[in-house]
């Protein structure tokens, strides 16, 4: 924990020093595309963040409005539906981005008129919300040997620390895997829980696929601590399930995101045809891979890889699924934002036939988040609401395996801060994807 607050600090004094430089150099800090100096933090200064509406118009008169945003304009997708577009846009491009939209009739909002703020803000919060009273911390630390905490998003190193302490914790019930390895040669970590691996029903749940939903993995942590921080009175439908745990999917994507570039959303593999990094891991599944909603551009945000299941993320978690697909009776994946419980399908517009299920389930989800913490989450078919897309996790679980119980929970918020949701919100949240898992806990009965 000493380490990484050192760390944080350290940005945040790094980012004085680049402001300040920017201020004198001007323009000799604007870093384009993909390509960034080693270890530098992006800057997102007077980004902008619009939410266009009417898509469904723009649908009519046939125009991409996002690709031509991203591909034109340099445009950041943060989220893509059948009613609205949000998108963050470079200072040097917000011009005539907005004349684009003007000629086609359509307007944008502006949710921010400036990234950079929220990603100082969201720094700021977390380091202020951690050096609290001096007393309190070195109790905490003390009784939690990872540091883990719910105050402030985490590095990988300390997540798979908390993982390790809940093994060292509950050896006879825990097991460690490293189910694989990243293109830059990150361990890709699952715990198990479970008091009968060979005969009860299992649960699987990840987080982290996409790199800048801090939230997710935070939020898986906070259920493998509500879990395992009383387990002995925990009920029967929690205590008679085998769960598997993957806070992070992604983590050379997760670690560059809190190194380089914040708004970073795909992997880090090397593309053979492009100087462009990544692939959008939820994208690159075996289902539909090759349907609406993905690119075959290296560059592009939601790049489908080379091949179904080319990534080395993809490939572990579907080989070591498949092993394990008797009695896998749920899947759920955590991502943001948009405050949503969703299941199949996403990759063709079509219900699973057991979609009533699924339907009262997530409802009865919804209505206990919103009793718990009063926020308003929407349960719904994916087609429905986040429009279609091939490649998904959730899909291919449900394809490939036949699950039941697959839900992508979109956790908080609705737009206001997109990914960089500040640390105050984390516990709150977190609860919500909780809320969730015991739900479909409770279902499987
Ligand atoms: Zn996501």
Redesign the pocket.
């Known amino acids: 924990m000493e380490g990484e607050m050192s760390q944080r600090l350290g940005q945040l004094m790094l980012l004085g020093m680049l402001l300040a430089m920017a201020s004198a150099t001007n323009s000799s800090l604007a870093f384009q595309g993909n390509e960034y100096l080693n270890g530098i933090p992006e800057r997102f200064d007077e980004t902008q963040l619009w939410r266009v509406h009417n898509m469904s118009d723009a649908m009519l008169q046939s125009i991409p409005v996002g690709q031509v945003l991203e591909e034109k304009f340099g445009g950041n997708i943060w989220k893509e539906n059948s009613k609205f577009l949000d998108v963050s846009i470079g200072k040097e491009h917000v011009k005539a981005a907005r004349s684009f939209l003007q000629a086609h009739r359509l307007d944008a909002e502006v949710l921010s008129d400036n990234v950079q703020s929220l990603i100082d803000q969201e720094l700021l919060e977390g380091i202020q919300a951690t050096q609290a009273q001096p007393g309190a911390r070195s109790k905490k630390a003390s009784r939690s040997g990872s540091g883990m905490h719910w105050k402030d998003y985490h590095d990988l190193e300390t997540i798979y620390a908390f993982m390790r302490e809940i093994r060292a914790k509950y050896p006879n019930i825990c097991r460690l895997y490293t189910i694989g390895q990243t293109a830059e040669k990150r361990d890709l970590k699952v715990l198990r829980i479970s008091e009968n691996p060979r005969e009860f029903k299992k649960v699987w749940i990840d987080g982290g696929?996409?790199a800048r939903?801090w939230i997710s993995p935070a939020t898986v942590t906070f259920i493998l601590y509500q879990l395992m921080h009383n387990w002995e009175n925990q009920p029967a439908h929690i205590r008679g399930l085998t769960w598997y745990i993957m806070p992070v999917m992604n983590p050379d994507g997760y670690e560059y995101s809190r190194t380089t570039n914040r708004l970073w959303r795909k992997n880090r593999s090397a593309s053979r045809r492009t100087n462009c990094f990544g692939v959008d891991l939820?994208r690159n599944f075996d289902i539909g891979w090759t349907g609406f909603g993905s690119s075959k551009d290296p560059c592009s945000d939601v790049y489908r890889g080379s091949a179904a299941a080319s990534e080395l993320e993809t490939k572990a978690v579907s080989d070591f699924l498949a092993k394990r697909k008797y009695n896998l009776e749920a899947y759920l994946t955590y991502?943001?934002y948009g405050q949503m419980v969703v299941y199949p399908w996403a990759y063709k517009a079509v219900k699973v036939k057991d979609s009533s299920v699924l339907q009262r389930v997530a409802s009865t989800a919804v209505d206990r988040i919103a009793q718990k913490t009063g926020s308003s989450y929407t349960a719904a078919v994916t087609h429905e609401v986040l429009g279609i897309a091939g490649g998904g996790s959730d899909d291919w679980s449900r394809a490939a395996l036949g699950v039941k119980y697959v839900y992508t929970i979109e956790l908080r918020d609705r737009g206001t801060y997109g990914f960089v949701l500040p640390p105050k919100f984390i516990k709150d949240t977190a609860l919500e994807g909780w809320t969730v898992a015991e739900t479909v806990a409770q279902s499987i009965g």
């Open positions: 696929i996409h939903e939820n991502h943001s």
